[in-house]
């Protein structure tokens, strides 16, 4: 199987088992082991759009993005 970047991301019908797979990990890993990741989008824009009012899935994004260093911008 052909590794596929994913550069954008609409439906988890976009990603194959083994790619969801991986980011379960990498939840994993990020929730055990924070440290490494809390530069990784640093510099980085971020846009939130939320269509459907939910505050906690809002703030849980909002700052999941702001620990890994992005700049956050909410629409």
Known sequence: MTKRPIHHLTSI??????????IYQRADDFRANPGPYSSHLAGKKVLLAFWDPSSRTEDSTWHAARDCGAIIKSI
Do not use: G, I, S
């Open 13 to 22: 019908r976009d990603l194959t088992r083994e790619q969801r797979f991986q």
